[in-house]
């Protein structure tokens, strides 16, 4: 809704946001009961962030916004206990919006656009073909895959006062059938017994990323100081699964009764909301004092808690300064992400997907962000 709300013509232009993300997962085997407890490993994340937008006349705005939509990152040491389900994910996607804004009159302005996005995909796992749990004898899974597809999006903010204004916007959900290729490590038993099996191959598969709902609503109790309450609804019932069909049989005779050409993840996802609050003091003319809090539900029940996402719910809390100076702007931010412990018992089928009786605890992440904006 930048289009709306910013007259003249602006560009931010340079937003880099670095995620440093970190949590602890203890497993317990099945068959000795033994407990390792494994942390992630430290790796770096930076989501691109772009917008640009221009005034047409009096009622019509133009924008133009690059940023991420979706993704995840998730690293374990390779040999860990639950590399059997995943070692190694990176999702991201990127999404290009063009829109268009028009101001109805002084109170009401509504806006519309195309969500053009690029979803990119890397999972890595192990598998255990000889039944050895050992690493040594372990098949490695390396998916990569990407695709592009489109959505859209509907916005209108109401002011009918200085003080207070109310937003709603509506993103529709997009499905990517996103295609790569899986190529297999085998070890050299597994070369020597079955040449055949687990041959390097194209792969793919559907993925619906949700719709959102989002609302907020501003007021400014005084001159200098304003207070923004929202929330969002995401539709992840959406993502019900996640199925991998291969181009030819990964695997066959004597090591399982039938040719393995797809395997399924069930994931049953449900809906969840994210509430949040936020403040803004300007304490002179060119700073800006900002805070926030942030609840945001897990989509995932514990009967399909995996290690591709070893997360719970979480909160959120930051703040930045905004500094001001002729026709540029200068944002700063910080976040420290808490995510809730978890703990759960793995069910028959989690005990098919190589995850364990699981507690996921001192699930935390870091973010730093900053913003360099300049209005023509």
Not at 40 to 56: C, E, G, I, N
Not at 227 to 255: C, H, N
Request: charged fraction near 20%; glycine fraction near 8%; include cysteine.
């Amino acid at each position: 809704m930048a289009s709306i709300l910013t007259p003249g013509f602006g560009h931010d232009f340079h937003h880099p946001t670095f995620i440093l993300p970190s949590v602890d997962v203890t497993t317990t085997n099945p068959i000795s009961g033994e407990k390792t407890k494994t942390s992630s490993d430290a790796t770096v994340w930076m989501p691109p962030h772009l917008y640009t937008t221009y005034q047409f006349n009096d009622s019509v705005w133009f924008g133009f916004g690059v940023f991420g939509q979706f993704g995840l990152g998730t690293l374990f040491p390779a040999d860990w206990t639950g590399r059997y389900n995943s070692y190694d994910a990176e999702i991201k996607s990127l999404t290009f919006n063009p829109n268009v804004a028009f101001k109805v009159n002084d109170q009401i302005s509504v806006a519309g656009g195309i969500d053009l996005m690029w979803f990119d995909l890397r999972l890595k796992n192990k598998i255990d073909a000889l039944r050895m749990n050992n690493p040594m004898y372990d098949v490695r899974q390396n998916l990569t895959g990407d695709s592009f597809s489109a959505g859209w999006n509907l916005a209108l903010r109401y002011q009918p006062c200085e003080w207070g204004a109310f937003g709603i916007s509506y993103r529709s959900k997009i499905k990517q059938n996103v295609t790569g290729n899986v190529d297999f490590n085998k070890p050299q038993i597994l070369e020597m017994l079955a040449p055949q099996a687990f041959p390097n191959t194209g792969a793919g598969g559907d993925i619906t990323l949700p719709d959102t709902l989002s609302m907020g609503l501003m007021f400014k109790p005084w001159e200098r100081f304003s207070v923004e309450i929202g929330g969002t609804w995401v539709r992840w019932s959406t993502y019900e699964s996640l199925t991998i069909s291969y181009d030819q049989p990964i695997i066959g005779p004597p090591f399982v009764p039938a040719p393995v050409d797809s395997v399924k993840r069930d994931k049953n996802w449900h809906d969840t909301w994210r509430a949040q609050v936020g403040f803004e003091y300007t304490a002179m003319d060119w700073l800006d004092l900002r805070a926030g809090y942030i609840y945001d539900q897990s989509p995932v029940d514990d009967e399909y808690a995996d290690y591709l996402l070893p997360a719970n719910s979480r909160h959120l809390f930051s703040f930045g300064p905004g500094f001001r100076w002729r026709n540029w702007t200068l944002d700063l931010s910080y976040t420290y992400i808490w995510i809730l412990d978890r703990e759960f018992k793995a069910t028959p089928y989690q005990l098919s997907q190589g995850i364990m009786d699981s507690k996921f605890d001192s699930g935390k992440a870091h973010l730093a962000g900053l913003s360099l904006s300049y209005k023509f």
